[in-house]
Protein backbone atom coordinates (compact mmCIF):
# COMPACT_ATOMS: atom_id res chain seq x y z
CA UNK A 1 0.00 0.00 0.00
CA UNK A 2 1.73 3.26 -1.22
CA UNK A 3 2.20 5.27 1.92
CA UNK A 4 2.19 8.44 0.26
CA UNK A 5 -1.67 8.33 -0.83
CA UNK A 6 -2.91 7.03 2.65
CA UNK A 7 -0.27 8.15 5.26
CA UNK A 8 -2.20 10.68 7.33
CA UNK A 9 1.07 12.81 7.60
CA UNK A 10 -0.45 13.68 3.69
CA UNK A 11 -3.32 15.25 5.16
CA UNK A 12 -4.24 18.97 6.51
CA UNK A 13 -5.04 18.04 9.77
CA UNK A 14 -3.85 15.42 12.33
CA UNK A 15 -5.45 12.21 13.03
CA UNK A 16 -6.19 12.42 16.74
CA UNK A 17 -8.90 14.53 15.46
CA UNK A 18 -10.73 11.80 14.00
CA UNK A 19 -12.46 9.37 16.07
CA UNK A 20 -10.73 5.58 16.17
CA UNK A 21 -14.42 4.61 14.13
CA UNK A 22 -13.67 7.29 11.15
CA UNK A 23 -12.47 5.30 7.95
CA UNK A 24 -11.78 7.30 4.73
CA UNK A 25 -13.85 5.71 1.93
CA UNK A 26 -14.52 6.39 -1.77
CA UNK A 27 -12.06 7.94 -5.05
CA UNK A 28 -9.41 8.80 -2.13
CA UNK A 29 -9.05 4.99 -1.12
CA UNK A 30 -9.29 4.09 -4.95
CA UNK A 31 -6.78 6.50 -6.22
CA UNK A 32 -4.64 5.96 -3.27
CA UNK A 33 -4.75 2.34 -4.18
CA UNK A 34 -4.25 3.01 -7.83
CA UNK A 35 -1.12 5.02 -6.83
CA UNK A 36 -3.17 7.85 -8.72
CA UNK A 37 -1.58 11.19 -6.70
CA UNK A 38 -2.45 14.70 -6.34
CA UNK A 39 -1.71 17.66 -5.27
CA UNK A 40 -5.14 18.58 -4.31
CA UNK A 41 -6.40 16.41 -1.57
CA UNK A 42 -9.84 15.50 -1.76
CA UNK A 43 -10.54 13.68 1.54
CA UNK A 44 -13.67 11.77 1.98
CA UNK A 45 -14.77 10.19 5.60
CA UNK A 46 -17.50 8.12 6.97
CA UNK A 47 -18.21 7.87 10.67
CA UNK A 48 -20.68 6.10 12.60
CA UNK A 49 -21.93 9.68 14.89
CA UNK A 50 -20.67 12.93 15.23
CA UNK A 51 -19.46 13.85 11.91
CA UNK A 52 -20.53 17.35 11.81
CA UNK A 53 -18.92 17.78 15.10
CA UNK A 54 -15.93 16.29 14.01
CA UNK A 55 -15.71 18.28 11.14
CA UNK A 56 -16.76 21.66 12.61
CA UNK A 57 -13.96 21.08 15.57
CA UNK A 58 -10.79 20.58 12.76
CA UNK A 59 -11.75 23.75 10.96
CA UNK A 60 -12.42 25.81 14.27
CA UNK A 61 -8.87 24.71 15.52
CA UNK A 62 -7.25 24.59 12.25
CA UNK A 63 -8.74 28.09 11.14
CA UNK A 64 -10.23 26.29 7.91
CA UNK A 65 -13.48 27.07 6.00
CA UNK A 66 -16.32 25.21 7.30
CA UNK A 67 -19.34 24.20 5.24
CA UNK A 68 -22.53 22.42 7.06
CA UNK A 69 -23.46 20.43 3.23
CA UNK A 70 -26.37 18.44 4.60
CA UNK A 71 -28.08 18.88 7.99
CA UNK A 72 -30.25 16.18 7.49
CA UNK A 73 -27.52 13.94 6.30
CA UNK A 74 -25.33 15.23 8.27
CA UNK A 75 -22.51 15.91 5.67
CA UNK A 76 -20.27 18.63 6.29
CA UNK A 77 -16.92 20.16 4.40
CA UNK A 78 -13.33 21.55 5.82
CA UNK A 79 -11.67 23.76 3.16
CA UNK A 80 -8.00 24.33 3.21
CA UNK A 81 -5.73 25.91 1.10
CA UNK A 82 -4.47 22.40 -0.22
CA UNK A 83 -7.71 20.55 -0.22
CA UNK A 84 -10.76 19.78 1.16
CA UNK A 85 -12.15 16.89 3.64
CA UNK A 86 -15.47 15.70 3.77
CA UNK A 87 -16.87 14.77 6.91
CA UNK A 88 -20.18 12.53 7.03
CA UNK A 89 -22.37 10.18 8.76
CA UNK A 90 -22.52 6.32 8.01
CA UNK A 91 -25.98 5.62 6.24
CA UNK A 92 -26.85 2.10 7.55
CA UNK A 93 -26.14 0.58 11.20
CA UNK A 94 -22.30 -0.36 10.21
CA UNK A 95 -19.53 0.80 8.11
CA UNK A 96 -20.51 -2.13 5.26
CA UNK A 97 -24.43 -0.97 5.00
CA UNK A 98 -22.76 1.66 3.78
CA UNK A 99 -20.73 1.00 1.45
CA UNK A 100 -22.88 -1.23 0.12
CA UNK A 101 -25.14 2.08 -0.54
CA UNK A 102 -22.03 3.49 -3.02
CA UNK A 103 -21.87 3.14 -6.87
CA UNK A 104 -19.27 1.27 -7.87
CA UNK A 105 -17.45 -1.56 -5.94
CA UNK A 106 -14.56 0.26 -7.25
CA UNK A 107 -15.40 3.20 -4.95
CA UNK A 108 -16.78 0.58 -1.98
CA UNK A 109 -13.69 0.54 0.20
CA UNK A 110 -12.83 2.20 3.36
CA UNK A 111 -9.59 2.55 4.74
CA UNK A 112 -9.22 2.92 8.43
CA UNK A 113 -6.42 4.92 9.34
CA UNK A 114 -5.75 3.99 13.03
CA UNK A 115 -5.90 0.42 12.22
CA UNK A 116 -4.41 0.41 9.09
CA UNK A 117 -7.03 -2.09 8.44
CA UNK A 118 -8.65 -2.37 4.45
CA UNK A 119 -12.38 -3.05 4.53
CA UNK A 120 -13.20 -4.31 1.35
CA UNK A 121 -17.11 -6.56 1.38
CA UNK A 122 -17.77 -6.32 -2.56
CA UNK A 123 -13.75 -7.63 -3.98
CA UNK A 124 -13.38 -3.95 -5.19
CA UNK A 125 -9.79 -4.33 -5.08
CA UNK A 126 -10.11 -7.09 -8.20
CA UNK A 127 -12.11 -4.60 -10.14
CA UNK A 128 -8.82 -2.19 -9.18
CA UNK A 129 -6.79 -4.83 -10.46
CA UNK A 130 -9.06 -5.78 -13.69
CA UNK A 131 -9.04 -1.95 -14.71
CA UNK A 132 -12.92 -2.35 -14.75
CA UNK A 133 -15.71 -0.26 -13.31
CA UNK A 134 -18.58 -2.50 -11.87
CA UNK A 135 -21.56 -1.35 -10.28
CA UNK A 136 -23.24 -2.99 -7.00
CA UNK A 137 -26.84 -3.00 -7.66
CA UNK A 138 -29.21 -1.26 -10.51
CA UNK A 139 -31.20 0.40 -7.51
CA UNK A 140 -27.77 1.67 -6.14
CA UNK A 141 -27.85 3.97 -9.81
CA UNK A 142 -31.33 4.32 -9.80
CA UNK A 143 -31.04 5.93 -6.22
CA UNK A 144 -28.93 8.91 -7.65
CA UNK A 145 -28.75 8.82 -11.50
CA UNK A 146 -26.10 10.79 -11.99
CA UNK A 147 -23.60 8.03 -10.87
CA UNK A 148 -25.30 6.95 -14.41
CA UNK A 149 -22.52 9.50 -16.45
CA UNK A 150 -20.32 9.70 -13.79
CA UNK A 151 -19.57 5.94 -14.82
CA UNK A 152 -18.49 7.38 -17.97
CA UNK A 153 -16.37 10.09 -16.54
CA UNK A 154 -14.68 8.00 -14.01
CA UNK A 155 -13.94 5.45 -16.95
CA UNK A 156 -12.02 8.23 -18.74
CA UNK A 157 -10.91 9.48 -15.64
CA UNK A 158 -9.40 5.98 -14.51
CA UNK A 159 -8.56 4.72 -17.81
CA UNK A 160 -10.78 1.75 -17.07
CA UNK A 161 -13.78 0.00 -18.96
CA UNK A 162 -17.62 -0.54 -18.02
CA UNK A 163 -18.75 -4.00 -16.57
CA UNK A 164 -21.11 -4.94 -19.81
CA UNK A 165 -23.79 -6.13 -17.07
CA UNK A 166 -23.46 -2.45 -15.69
CA UNK A 167 -23.78 -0.76 -18.82
CA UNK A 168 -26.84 -2.11 -19.88
CA UNK A 169 -27.97 -1.26 -16.83
CA UNK A 170 -27.23 2.52 -17.41
CA UNK A 171 -29.03 2.12 -20.96
CA UNK A 172 -32.18 0.86 -19.40
CA UNK A 173 -32.27 3.98 -16.50
CA UNK A 174 -30.46 6.37 -19.26
CA UNK A 175 -33.68 8.43 -19.51
CA UNK A 176 -33.89 9.64 -15.46
CA UNK A 177 -30.39 11.58 -15.91
CA UNK A 178 -32.85 14.47 -16.49
CA UNK A 179 -33.92 14.50 -13.23
CA UNK A 180 -30.94 15.17 -12.08
CA UNK A 181 -29.79 18.99 -10.95
CA UNK A 182 -28.31 20.82 -13.73
CA UNK A 183 -25.06 21.81 -11.96
CA UNK A 184 -24.31 18.24 -11.41
CA UNK A 185 -24.50 17.38 -14.86
CA UNK A 186 -22.72 20.09 -16.31
CA UNK A 187 -19.48 19.44 -13.61
CA UNK A 188 -19.69 15.66 -15.22
CA UNK A 189 -19.86 17.12 -18.71
CA UNK A 190 -16.85 19.50 -17.82
CA UNK A 191 -14.69 16.54 -17.62
CA UNK A 192 -15.60 14.93 -20.47
CA UNK A 193 -15.16 17.80 -22.18
CA UNK A 194 -11.79 18.59 -21.10
CA UNK A 195 -9.27 15.73 -22.11
CA UNK A 196 -8.88 13.89 -24.73
CA UNK A 197 -9.85 10.80 -22.77
CA UNK A 198 -13.03 12.03 -22.22
CA UNK A 199 -13.90 12.24 -25.75
CA UNK A 200 -14.52 8.63 -26.81
CA UNK A 201 -16.64 8.29 -23.74
CA UNK A 202 -18.73 11.13 -24.29
CA UNK A 203 -19.52 9.12 -27.56
CA UNK A 204 -20.54 6.46 -25.14
CA UNK A 205 -22.83 8.35 -23.11
CA UNK A 206 -24.68 9.61 -26.33
CA UNK A 207 -24.99 6.58 -28.31
CA UNK A 208 -26.21 4.98 -25.07
CA UNK A 209 -29.06 7.73 -24.48
CA UNK A 210 -27.48 9.59 -21.61
CA UNK A 211 -26.85 12.80 -23.03
CA UNK A 212 -30.13 13.37 -24.86
CA UNK A 213 -32.03 15.10 -21.97
CA UNK A 214 -29.61 17.81 -21.81
CA UNK A 215 -27.83 18.28 -25.27
CA UNK A 216 -30.38 17.30 -27.83
CA UNK A 217 -28.55 17.98 -30.54
CA UNK A 218 -25.35 16.18 -30.30
CA UNK A 219 -24.66 14.35 -33.98
CA UNK A 220 -22.02 11.95 -35.45
CA UNK A 221 -20.28 14.74 -37.02
CA UNK A 222 -20.20 17.32 -34.04
CA UNK A 223 -18.85 14.00 -31.81
CA UNK A 224 -16.11 13.83 -34.77
CA UNK A 225 -15.43 17.26 -34.54
CA UNK A 226 -14.43 16.67 -30.97
CA UNK A 227 -11.35 14.08 -31.84
CA UNK A 228 -10.76 16.55 -34.15
CA UNK A 229 -9.99 19.25 -31.86
CA UNK A 230 -7.96 16.83 -29.28
CA UNK A 231 -5.63 16.33 -32.10
CA UNK A 232 -5.33 19.99 -33.15
CA UNK A 233 -4.36 20.79 -29.43
CA UNK A 234 -1.27 18.43 -29.85
CA UNK A 235 -0.21 19.65 -32.90
CA UNK A 236 -0.70 23.19 -31.77
CA UNK A 237 1.28 22.60 -28.12
CA UNK A 238 4.58 22.00 -31.15
CA UNK A 239 3.79 24.26 -33.58
CA UNK A 240 1.98 27.50 -32.22
CA UNK A 241 2.55 26.57 -27.54
CA UNK A 242 1.46 30.32 -26.62
CA UNK A 243 -1.77 29.61 -28.79
CA UNK A 244 -1.94 26.03 -27.03
CA UNK A 245 -1.51 27.63 -23.85
CA UNK A 246 -4.06 29.96 -24.37
CA UNK A 247 -6.67 27.20 -25.03
CA UNK A 248 -6.01 25.97 -22.16
CA UNK A 249 -6.49 28.84 -19.46
CA UNK A 250 -9.36 28.61 -17.28
CA UNK A 251 -12.58 30.40 -18.93
CA UNK A 252 -13.71 31.40 -15.21
CA UNK A 253 -10.51 33.52 -14.48
CA UNK A 254 -12.35 36.15 -17.20
CA UNK A 255 -13.33 38.95 -14.89
CA UNK A 256 -13.47 36.75 -11.64
CA UNK A 257 -12.77 38.28 -7.94
CA UNK A 258 -9.23 37.48 -6.76
CA UNK A 259 -10.53 35.89 -3.64
CA UNK A 260 -13.77 33.93 -2.65
CA UNK A 261 -15.80 33.13 0.15
CA UNK A 262 -14.97 29.22 2.03
CA UNK A 263 -18.96 28.35 1.76
CA UNK A 264 -18.56 29.27 -2.13
CA UNK A 265 -15.46 27.83 -2.83
CA UNK A 266 -16.59 24.41 -1.20
CA UNK A 267 -19.79 24.74 -3.29
CA UNK A 268 -17.84 24.84 -6.60
CA UNK A 269 -15.45 22.08 -5.98
CA UNK A 270 -15.81 20.27 -9.38
CA UNK A 271 -15.88 17.12 -10.57
CA UNK A 272 -11.75 15.65 -10.01
CA UNK A 273 -9.54 16.75 -12.95
CA UNK A 274 -12.58 18.80 -14.27
CA UNK A 275 -11.72 22.20 -15.76
CA UNK A 276 -13.76 25.04 -18.33
CA UNK A 277 -10.77 25.89 -20.17
CA UNK A 278 -11.15 27.27 -23.66
CA UNK A 279 -10.90 24.09 -25.28
CA UNK A 280 -13.63 22.80 -23.27
CA UNK A 281 -15.60 25.89 -24.65
CA UNK A 282 -14.74 25.05 -28.26
CA UNK A 283 -15.89 21.71 -28.02
CA UNK A 284 -19.31 22.26 -25.90
CA UNK A 285 -19.81 24.90 -29.18
CA UNK A 286 -19.37 21.14 -31.58
CA UNK A 287 -22.79 20.05 -29.25
CA UNK A 288 -24.49 22.76 -29.91
CA UNK A 289 -27.47 23.14 -32.76
CA UNK A 290 -26.63 25.80 -35.51
CA UNK A 291 -29.53 28.00 -34.45
CA UNK A 292 -27.88 30.68 -31.42
CA UNK A 293 -30.96 31.09 -30.02
CA UNK A 294 -31.50 27.53 -29.20
CA UNK A 295 -27.52 27.13 -28.22
CA UNK A 296 -28.03 29.56 -25.98
CA UNK A 297 -31.62 28.02 -24.24
CA UNK A 298 -29.68 25.01 -23.80
CA UNK A 299 -26.50 26.30 -22.37
CA UNK A 300 -28.53 28.39 -19.82
CA UNK A 301 -30.38 25.42 -18.60
CA UNK A 302 -27.46 23.68 -18.24
CA UNK A 303 -27.04 26.23 -16.01
CA UNK A 304 -23.32 27.55 -17.79
CA UNK A 305 -21.99 31.16 -16.60
CA UNK A 306 -22.28 34.63 -18.91
CA UNK A 307 -18.87 34.31 -20.05
CA UNK A 308 -19.07 30.35 -21.31
CA UNK A 309 -22.29 31.35 -23.09
CA UNK A 310 -21.42 34.27 -24.35
CA UNK A 311 -17.96 32.50 -25.71
CA UNK A 312 -19.82 29.20 -27.28
CA UNK A 313 -22.37 31.08 -28.95
CA UNK A 314 -19.62 33.64 -30.67
CA UNK A 315 -17.91 30.64 -31.84
CA UNK A 316 -20.99 29.29 -33.41
CA UNK A 317 -22.05 32.75 -34.46
CA UNK A 318 -18.95 33.76 -36.38
CA UNK A 319 -17.36 30.14 -37.05
CA UNK A 320 -18.96 30.29 -40.60
CA UNK A 321 -16.46 33.76 -41.42
CA UNK A 322 -13.39 31.42 -41.07
CA UNK A 323 -14.44 28.41 -42.88
CA UNK A 324 -16.24 30.32 -45.69
CA UNK A 325 -12.62 32.64 -45.98
CA UNK A 326 -14.88 35.94 -45.94
CA UNK A 327 -12.22 38.03 -44.55
CA UNK A 328 -9.65 39.37 -46.65
CA UNK A 329 -9.48 42.95 -45.95
CA UNK A 330 -7.96 44.96 -43.14
CA UNK A 331 -11.12 46.30 -42.21
CA UNK A 332 -12.98 42.75 -42.37
CA UNK A 333 -10.18 41.68 -40.30
CA UNK A 334 -10.36 44.44 -37.55
CA UNK A 335 -14.57 44.10 -37.56
CA UNK A 336 -14.17 40.27 -37.38
CA UNK A 337 -11.32 40.77 -33.93
CA UNK A 338 -13.55 43.45 -32.68
CA UNK A 339 -17.12 40.77 -32.34
CA UNK A 340 -14.67 38.09 -31.36
CA UNK A 341 -11.96 39.46 -28.60
CA UNK A 342 -10.59 37.05 -26.74
CA UNK A 343 -12.33 34.25 -27.59
CA UNK A 344 -10.86 33.67 -30.77
CA UNK A 345 -8.91 30.89 -29.53
CA UNK A 346 -11.97 29.22 -29.19
CA UNK A 347 -13.00 29.67 -32.58
CA UNK A 348 -9.90 29.30 -34.59
CA UNK A 349 -9.50 25.56 -32.92
CA UNK A 350 -13.19 25.16 -33.92
CA UNK A 351 -12.10 25.88 -37.71
CA UNK A 352 -9.17 23.70 -37.76
CA UNK A 353 -11.37 21.10 -36.37
CA UNK A 354 -14.41 21.83 -39.09
CA UNK A 355 -11.56 20.92 -41.84
CA UNK A 356 -10.14 25.11 -42.48
CA UNK A 357 -6.38 24.74 -43.56
CA UNK A 358 -4.40 26.08 -41.17
CA UNK A 359 -2.81 27.85 -43.61
CA UNK A 360 -5.45 29.87 -44.52
CA UNK A 361 -6.12 30.98 -40.84
CA UNK A 362 -2.47 31.32 -39.76
CA UNK A 363 -2.52 35.03 -40.56
CA UNK A 364 -5.56 35.21 -38.23
CA UNK A 365 -3.38 33.42 -35.42
CA UNK A 366 -0.53 35.79 -35.80
CA UNK A 367 -2.42 39.46 -35.44
CA UNK A 368 -4.09 37.44 -32.00
CA UNK A 369 -0.53 36.68 -31.25
CA UNK A 370 0.75 39.79 -31.79
CA UNK A 371 0.11 42.47 -28.49
CA UNK A 372 1.02 44.94 -30.89
CA UNK A 373 -1.27 44.50 -33.94
CA UNK A 374 -3.71 47.03 -34.56
CA UNK A 375 -5.91 44.79 -36.69
CA UNK A 376 -6.21 42.58 -33.34
CA UNK A 377 -5.61 44.68 -30.36
CA UNK A 378 -5.63 48.18 -31.57
CA UNK A 379 -4.84 51.09 -29.07
CA UNK A 380 -6.47 54.34 -29.54
CA UNK A 381 -3.82 57.78 -30.88
CA UNK A 382 -6.41 60.05 -29.21
CA UNK A 383 -8.81 60.27 -26.66
CA UNK A 384 -12.35 61.70 -26.57
CA UNK A 385 -11.33 64.45 -24.52
CA UNK A 386 -8.36 65.09 -27.41
CA UNK A 387 -10.89 65.35 -30.12
CA UNK A 388 -13.12 67.40 -28.44
CA UNK A 389 -10.41 69.79 -27.17
CA UNK A 390 -8.20 69.70 -30.24
CA UNK A 391 -11.47 70.19 -32.80
CA UNK A 392 -13.41 71.84 -30.33
CA UNK A 393 -16.41 69.88 -30.30
CA UNK A 394 -18.68 69.60 -27.71
CA UNK A 395 -19.72 66.09 -26.15
CA UNK A 396 -22.00 63.80 -28.65
CA UNK A 397 -22.63 60.88 -30.22
CA UNK A 398 -20.78 62.00 -32.96
CA UNK A 399 -17.37 61.52 -30.87
CA UNK A 400 -17.82 58.25 -30.49
CA UNK A 401 -18.17 58.13 -34.03
CA UNK A 402 -14.83 59.63 -35.15
CA UNK A 403 -13.27 57.27 -32.44
CA UNK A 404 -14.76 54.41 -34.44
CA UNK A 405 -13.47 55.35 -37.59
CA UNK A 406 -10.11 56.55 -36.18
CA UNK A 407 -9.63 52.90 -34.47
CA UNK A 408 -10.52 51.24 -38.24
CA UNK A 409 -8.10 53.99 -39.56
CA UNK A 410 -5.28 52.50 -37.75
CA UNK A 411 -5.89 49.09 -38.30
CA UNK A 412 -5.77 49.90 -42.00
CA UNK A 413 -2.49 51.59 -41.49
CA UNK A 414 -3.58 55.09 -42.89
CA UNK A 415 -2.74 56.64 -39.74
CA UNK A 416 -0.12 56.31 -37.47
CA UNK A 417 0.31 58.99 -35.18
CA UNK A 418 -1.29 61.56 -33.29
CA UNK A 419 -1.00 64.31 -35.88
CA UNK A 420 -2.23 62.04 -38.77
CA UNK A 421 -5.16 61.11 -36.25
CA UNK A 422 -6.12 64.73 -35.70
CA UNK A 423 -5.86 65.36 -39.43
CA UNK A 424 -7.97 62.31 -40.22
CA UNK A 425 -10.72 63.18 -37.76
CA UNK A 426 -10.90 66.96 -39.29
CA UNK A 427 -11.09 65.43 -42.72
CA UNK A 428 -14.01 63.41 -41.72
CA UNK A 429 -15.92 66.00 -39.94
CA UNK A 430 -15.29 68.60 -43.75
CA UNK A 431 -16.71 65.87 -45.25
CA UNK A 432 -19.98 66.04 -43.60
Not at 130 to 149: F, H
Not at 405 to 411: G, K, S, T, Y
Request: charged share 20%; hydrophobic share 45%.
Amino acid sequence: MPAFALSPETWPFELKWLPDSACLVGGSVRDALLERNSDYLDLDFVMPEGAVETARAIARHYRAGFVLLDAERQIARVVFPQGTADFAQQVGDSLNADLLRRDFRANAIAYNPHSTELIDPLNGCQDLQMGILSMISPENLAEDPLRLLRAYRQAAQLGFSLDPDTRSVIRQLADRLGQIAAERVQSELNYLLSTAKGTIWLKSAWEDGLVQNWLPNVTANGLARLSQIDRWISDLKTDWPHLATLLSQDIRTVNKPQSQSPRKAALETPASGSTRTWITTAKLACLMPEEIAAAENQLWQLKYSRAEVQAATTTLRHLPQLLHGEMQSSAQKYHFFQAVGHIFPALVINALAAGQALSTLRPLIHCFLDPEDQIAHPTPLLSGQDLMRGLKISPSPKVGKLLAALQLARAEAKITTRDEAFDFARSLLQAE
